[in-house]
């Protein structure tokens, strides 16, 4: 029910911005959040923004780079990536949680392949 869209290929210092989109109409009952996995890497949490927007929440890599917003109205939930590197090579689930800051996910979405060439 959560539907990630948005991945690509981009070169280095490039922008893209992923969307996902809960058919399920739980917003703002649960928080939103993005992770991703790199191959032979464990699954990171790389942002994350509670029900109503007022907090989120980053992984040190991203901070300054990447940008976590939602629209509550369209059920979605956005990452918006700017300055992207090849180290952000990686397939990017969305999600939703009870809980803020997240801890156990709840709802898990595709996921969608970012890729950036250097």
């Known amino acids: 029910q959560l539907q990630a869209s948005g991945g690509g290929l981009v070169q280095a210092g490039g922008s893209l911005r992923l969307s996902c989109t809960d058919s399920g109409r739980r917003s703002p009952l649960y928080a939103g959040a993005w992770f991703r996995q790199a191959p032979e890497k464990e699954r990171e949490l790389v942002a994350s923004?509670?029900?109503?927007?007022?907090?989120?929440e980053y992984t040190d890599s991203v901070k300054g780079r990447f940008t976590i917003s939602r629209d509550n109205v369209k059920s979605t939930v956005y990452l918006q990536m700017d300055r992207l590197e090849p180290e952000d090579t990686a397939v990017y689930y969305c999600?939703?949680?009870?809980?803020?800051?997240?801890?156990?996910?709840?709802?898990w979405g595709k996921g969608t392949q970012v890729t950036v060439s250097s």
């Open positions: 923004i509670s029900g109503f927007g007022g907090s989120t």
């Open positions: 999600a939703a949680a009870n809980t803020f800051p997240v801890r156990d996910v709840n709802y």
